[in-house]
Every structure is written in C-alpha cells, then in structure tokens.
Antibody, heavy 122, light 107 residues
Framework: QITLKESGPTLVKPTQTLTLTCTFS??????????VGWIRQPPGKALEWLAS???????FYMPSLETRLTITKDTSKNQVVLTMTNMDPVDTATYYC??????????????WGQGTLVTVSS | DIQMTQSPSSVSASVGDRVTITCRAS??????VGWYQQRPGKAPQLLIN???SLQSGVPSRFSGSGSGTDFTLTISGLQPEDFATYYC?????????FGQGTRLEIK
C-alpha cells in the first residue's frame, strides 16, 4: 500500500523559509513516469498545486510562486523536499504531498498524504 | 494558466437524489480532467480521471463526462457519505489547476 507523509514545522515566521519533507513508501521515484506533487489548501479555501517532480528529475512549478519554490528528491531516502522562501501569512495552509503513478494518465494524483498545517505568524 | 470554474459553488440535496456538478475550463483540455472528493479534515481522494474513468474502488454511482472545455460529475443515488466537497482538476498542461470546489450539503 502506497503511503506518503508530510513533515516540517507547524509555525514559521514571516520572511522565513519553509522546508517540508514528504516521506513515501511502496513506490520508487526513479521511474520517469512516476511523480510526486505538492498541493496546498488555505483554511476553508480551494486546492492549489505548487510543484511536481518526476522520476527523471523533471520539475514543474506554479508560475506565480516559481521564484520562491524549490522541489528536490532523494531517491535513496524515498523523500521529496519542498522549500518555499519568504513566507507570508497568506501562505498559511495545509500542505499535501501526493503521488502520480506510472499507470496514471497525466498529472492526476491517486495517493495523498494526510497533510500538514503550516501557520505563518510572528 | 487554465482556469477551472465549477458550478454551483454549493448544492443541497437529499439522500437518494441525483446531483450534477459542472466544471468549465478556460481553454480546451481534451479529456484531461479529474474529480476529487474531500471530506472535512481529510485529504482529497481521486474519484475519476480522464473525464470519465472511474478509479478502482469508487462506487459506480459516480460518473463523469465531457471533453474540451465542459465537464460534469454526476452522483446518482446520493449516500450519506457523499456529502463532501468536490474539486475538478485539469492535467492537460502545467500548471495543474483546480476548480474552486463545490460543497454538497444535506438538505
């Protein structure tokens, strides 16, 4: 059974850098067709895709946030890391990582982590 | 970016009813639309990919249709566990974008 779990700080101060780790099991991020994405959801609001990384190390970012985001993978540790710089209170949200399998068409996410709530406040 | 516009933003219905949610893309996305269900406090769950392909384990009362710019999610014979928020998502091109959500409430 594929699982993903997000970890990182629950509280960050404005202007700080957020680093979130997605630790996954039962799949490998070494195949070009497999991907892990990050999606966030501010309280009471809609889902917003942030970034995806593929097994061949292709990376895609939300253009409006691209200058602040970096996504990387550590295949040996089964982890994907998302960093977001210059955090602002509007970045307060639940951050999810999610899996796109090799048999899944295009960028649909069929397994999700439980999410981690990140609050940005001084 | 491709904008995904869902309607209605909320709908009230009773157990056993049939409900249809629509999603319109700001430009053609072929059939690359998926639908997710999100219950309060939980992560989204993929119900349908590629407009009409039901994910394994999802009840057959859920169905999807559409292509190009207009898509629908239909739930036939609502069950108590179906009252949740539903999101469409386009995967035709990056950036991936989601609709604003449709909240399905019990009447």
């Amino acid at each position: 059974q594929i699982t993903l779990k997000e970890s990182g700080p629950t509280l960050v101060k404005p202007t700080q850098t957020l680093t979130l780790t997605c630790t996954f099991s039962e799949f490998s991020l070494s195949s070009g067709e497999v991907a892990v994405g990050w999606i966030r959801q501010p309280p009471g609001k809609a889902l917003e895709w942030l970034a995806s990384i593929y097994g061949n190390d292709d990376k895609f970012y939300m253009p409006s946030l691209e200058t602040r985001l970096t996504i990387t993978k550590d295949t040996s540790k089964n982890q994907v890391v998302l960093t977001m710089t210059n955090m602002d209170p509007v970045d307060t949200a639940t951050y999810y990582c999610a899996h796109r399998g090799s048999t899944m068409p295009r960028g649909f996410f069929n397994y999700w982590g439980q999410g981690t709530l990140v609050t940005v406040s001084s | 970016d491709i904008q995904m516009t869902q309607s209605p933003s909320s709908v009230s219905a009773s157990v056993g009813d049939r409900v249809t949610i629509t999603c319109r893309a700001s430009q053609g996305v072929s059939a690359w639309v998926g639908w997710y269900q999100q219950r309060p406090g939980k992560a989204p769950q993929l119900l349908i990919n590629t407009a009409s392909s039901l994910q394994s384990g999802v009840p057959s009362r859920f169905s999807g249709s559409g292509s190009g710019t207009d898509f629908t999610l239909t739930i036939s014979g609502l069950q108590p566990e179906d009252f949740a928020t539903y999101y469409c998502q386009q995967a035709n091109s990056f950036p991936i974008t989601f609709g604003q959500g449709t909240r399905l409430e019990i009447k």
